[in-house]
């Protein structure tokens, strides 16, 4: 039998039994309201016609007049077309009789009130009649009533003991082969392909059940065809990544290794039967160098590690393995995320790029140390030839000189601008720390700019607010930041413009800024302009710098553990800021 069929008996079956109890309920309600209708309308109406008919007596004196003789025979006729119970026929008879008699003119006065009295016998009797009548009418009702209740119980009862049973098994039919199924899908995505599903019923689950058998068999078949294929590539990625010079290890989701290779093991001093498996924070408390490289993942500083009989750099690159997940159905697409499986740490080996980094900036550093003292000998030269004592010089050479005295002062500024780069570079910066007032580092600044802005007539406006909290800072170094970027505001601006700094005081931190009013920077330069020796392309109105300025401020403020940022809008001028933390005693 098919399910839509199943379905269908099962709701045919229900409707069956709320139509039996409905019957038998109607069949008795019936009944009792039939009992009552017989009361009401065959006993009450006589009793009302008697007492209609007494109160006409009771108001009237004898003789009667015409309006009572009217009324009592009026009610009289409608007491003869009532009746209903044995032996009121005759008593309605003798009230005919004496209403007739009592209604001659010839009786006395003792007559009429013998048959008024005999009246009032009848109707008496015809309401006692009716009386018993009702009580023995009401007591078949009751009668009936508590048959019906026992009838209806039953009845009841059994329906309900029916529809119990039938609630509790019928839905098995429907339930017991889906749950069957969804066990053999369960059983399915644990991989085990043997399960088979028999369903001998002709309905709609024999053939869902053969679709089930032949999927498991074509899955069973794939999977043996595939494993041996999946090991062998499992064996050749285990391969590179073991003949990988790299140091690679592999954590699953809960962070537990899952592979190492032997570089790693070498330098990390690990022994792979011993680590596979374990929990890397565990595996750390004993592996303080395990335990940098799971703590500072998000470096990008080179990690010295001693290996191969020297001190060796590496660079840690950490990356996270993700499974794509898959739609449930067409309607979705493919989650790009997906689920994350793992991470992957590895330990590039980058000493030959550092050492060669290390030399290229020991020549810098030597080569600028070098052309420092040449240099300052032609400074005092220039200095010497401008003393009028030595001797005059014409126009002509005097616009020589003031060319070689910036080419000069420019070229001890490269000098310098590399000795700091090599230092910061090397790692060989010294800062000394000093809580020091705010305004004191811009006061400096100003009064080390203050010529070039009065040769460019350029006005410096400080917007600084009272009580502000002390920096704890390298003040040279500070004001050196300050100097540049001041420097650099003084070059872009316009002739007879204004330069902006404001100090101000923003949670943790104390923020200097500088804004010119220069044609700004365009967007796409912003991004690079701490990069060093980067140079924003210029109309050639301006002389650019060597690209090293805003990259060693940079490197200044972010060692006072601080940062450097640029806000700018082409032709509305640039925003350069610099934010230091704040004294705490």
Same mark, same amino acid.
């Given at each position: 039998m098919k399910i839509k069929s199943k379905l269908r008996l099962g709701f045919g079956f229900l409707f069956l039994m709320v139509l039996l109890f409905g019957g038998f309920s109607g069949f008795y309600l019936k009944q009792i309201s039939e009992h009552s209708k017989v009361i009401l309308k065959d006993n009450y109406?006589?009793?009302?016609?008697?007492?209609?008919?007494?109160?006409?007596? $009771?108001? *009237?004196? =004898?003789?009667?007049?015409?309006?009572?003789?009217?009324?009592?025979?009026? *009610?009289?006729?409608?007491?003869?077309?009532?009746?209903?119970?044995?032996?009121?026929?005759?008593?309605?008879?003798?009230?005919?009789?004496?209403?007739?008699?009592?209604?001659?003119?010839? /009786?006395?006065?003792e007559q009429m009130v013998k048959y008024q009295r005999s009246l009032r016998n009848h109707l008496r009797n015809v309401e006692k009649l009716n009386m018993?009548?009702?009580?023995?009418?009401?007591?078949?009702?009751?009668?009936?009533?508590?048959?019906?209740?026992? %009838?209806?119980?039953?009845?009841?009862?059994?329906?309900?003991?029916?529809?119990? &049973?039938?609630?509790?098994?019928? #839905?098995?039919?429907i339930a017991n082969p889906l749950l069957e199924l969804t066990e053999g899908i369960k059983e399915i995505s644990r991989k085990n392909y043997r399960t088979r599903m028999d369903f001998s019923a002709n309905d709609e689950f024999a053939p869902l059940a053969i679709a089930f058998n032949q999927m498991a068999t074509k899955l069973n078949d794939w999977e043996?065809?595939?494993?041996?294929?999946?090991?062998?590539?499992?064996?050749?990625? !285990?391969?590179?990544? !073991? *003949?990988?010079?790299?140091?690679?290890?592999?954590?699953?989701?809960?962070?537990?290794?899952?592979?190492?290779? #032997?570089?790693?093991?070498?330098?990390?001093?690990?022994?792979?039967?011993?680590?596979?498996?374990?929990?890397?924070?565990?595996?750390?408390?004993?592996?303080?160098?395990?335990?940098?490289?799971? !703590?500072?993942?998000?470096? $990008?500083?080179?990690?010295?590690?001693?290996?191969?009989?020297?001190?060796?750099?590496?660079?840690?690159?950490?990356?996270?393995?993700?499974?794509?997940? %898959? #739609?449930?159905?067409?309607?979705?697409?493919?989650?790009?995320?997906?689920?994350?499986?793992?991470?992957? %740490?590895? =330990?590039?080996?980058?000493?030959?790029?550092?050492?060669?980094?290390?030399?290229?900036?020991?020549?810098?550093?030597?080569?600028?140390?070098?052309?420092?003292?040449?240099? &300052?000998?032609?400074?005092?030269?220039?200095?010497?030839?401008?003393?009028?004592?030595?001797?005059?010089?014409?126009?002509?050479? /005097?616009?020589?000189?003031?060319?070689?005295? $910036?080419d000069s002062d420019r070229l001890l500024k490269i000098t310098s601008e590399l000795l700091d780069l090599a230092q910061v570079e090397t790692g060989n910066i010294q800062l000394n720390f000093i809580p020091t007032? #705010?305004?004191?580092?811009?006061? %400096?600044?100003?009064?080390?700019?203050?010529?070039?802005?009065?040769?460019?007539?350029?006005?410096? !406006?400080?917007?600084?607010?009272?009580?502000? &909290?002390?920096?704890?800072? $390298?003040?040279?170094?500070?004001?050196?930041?300050?100097?540049?970027?001041?420097?650099?505001? =003084?070059r872009y601006s316009p002739e007879k413009g204004k330069v902006v700094i404001q100090v101000e005081n923003t949670g943790q931190y104390i923020e200097f800024s500088v804004q010119d009013f220069g044609k700004g920077i365009e967007e796409q330069y912003q991004a690079r302009l701490f990069d060093r020796y980067f140079k924003v392309p210029t109309d050639g109105k301006n002389k650019s710098g060597t690209g090293l300025g805003l990259a060693i401020s940079k490197d200044f403020i972010e060692a006072q553990k601080g940062e450097i940022f640029v806000e700018s809008e082409l032709g509305a001028g640039s925003r350069f800021v610099f934010r230091l933390p704040v004294y705490t005693a």
């Amino acid at each position: 039998m098919k399910i839509k069929s199943k379905l269908r008996l099962g709701f045919g079956f229900l409707f069956l039994m709320v139509l039996l109890f409905g019957g038998f309920s109607g069949f008795y309600l019936k009944q009792i309201s039939e009992h009552s209708k017989v009361i009401l309308k065959d006993n009450y109406e006589s009793l009302r016609f008697t007492r209609e008919m007494r109160t006409v007596l $009771d108001n *009237q004196e =004898l003789p009667l007049s015409k309006d009572a003789i009217s009324s009592f025979d009026e *009610q009289l006729k409608k007491q003869e077309a009532n009746i209903t119970e044995p032996g009121e026929a005759g008593i309605t008879r003798n009230i005919r009789k004496d209403f007739e008699t009592l209604k001659s003119a010839d /009786l006395s006065i003792e007559q009429m009130v013998k048959y008024q009295r005999s009246l009032r016998n009848h109707l008496r009797n015809v309401e006692k009649l009716n009386m018993e009548a009702i009580v023995r009418k009401n007591d078949q009702a009751q009668r009936s009533v508590k048959k019906a209740s026992i %009838y209806m119980s039953l009845i009841g009862s059994f329906i309900i003991i029916i529809l119990f &049973s039938f609630s509790v098994n019928f #839905p098995g039919f429907i339930a017991n082969p889906l749950l069957e199924l969804t066990e053999g899908i369960k059983e399915i995505s644990r991989k085990n392909y043997r399960t088979r599903m028999d369903f001998s019923a002709n309905d709609e689950f024999a053939p869902l059940a053969i679709a089930f058998n032949q999927m498991a068999t074509k899955l069973n078949d794939w999977e043996n065809s595939n494993l041996s294929k999946v090991m062998s590539e499992k064996q050749r990625i !285990e391969t590179i990544i !073991e *003949q990988m010079q790299d140091g690679i290890i592999g954590l699953n989701e809960k962070g537990n290794l899952i592979f190492i290779n #032997p570089a790693a093991e070498q330098l990390l001093n690990l022994n792979e039967e011993k680590t596979i498996g374990l929990n890397v924070a565990e595996i750390s408390k004993k592996n303080d160098l395990l335990k940098t490289l799971t !703590e500072n993942k998000q470096s $990008d500083k080179p990690i010295k590690i001693y290996a191969n009989g020297k001190e060796s750099y590496f660079q840690l690159e950490v990356r996270e393995i993700t499974i794509p997940v %898959y #739609p449930h159905n067409e309607e979705q697409t493919l989650l790009k995320s997906g689920r994350s499986a793992g991470e992957v %740490y590895i =330990l590039r080996n980058i000493t030959k790029f550092t050492e060669l980094d290390e030399a290229k900036t020991n020549f810098i550093a030597t080569i600028s140390h070098e052309l420092k003292t040449p240099i &300052s000998a032609i400074k005092m030269s220039i200095k010497l030839i401008e003393d009028e004592r030595v001797g005059k010089l014409n126009t002509e050479q /005097l616009d020589l000189l003031n060319h070689i005295k $910036d080419d000069s002062d420019r070229l001890l500024k490269i000098t310098s601008e590399l000795l700091d780069l090599a230092q910061v570079e090397t790692g060989n910066i010294q800062l000394n720390f000093i809580p020091t007032e #705010p305004d004191e580092i811009v006061n %400096y600044a100003i009064n080390a700019v203050k010529f070039q802005a009065d040769q460019k007539q350029v006005s410096i !406006e400080i917007h600084s607010r009272p009580n502000l &909290s002390k920096v704890n800072v $390298d003040v040279e170094k500070t004001t050196w930041v300050l100097i540049n970027l001041l420097s650099n505001a =003084l070059r872009y601006s316009p002739e007879k413009g204004k330069v902006v700094i404001q100090v101000e005081n923003t949670g943790q931190y104390i923020e200097f800024s500088v804004q010119d009013f220069g044609k700004g920077i365009e967007e796409q330069y912003q991004a690079r302009l701490f990069d060093r020796y980067f140079k924003v392309p210029t109309d050639g109105k301006n002389k650019s710098g060597t690209g090293l300025g805003l990259a060693i401020s940079k490197d200044f403020i972010e060692a006072q553990k601080g940062e450097i940022f640029v806000e700018s809008e082409l032709g509305a001028g640039s925003r350069f800021v610099f934010r230091l933390p704040v004294y705490t005693a």
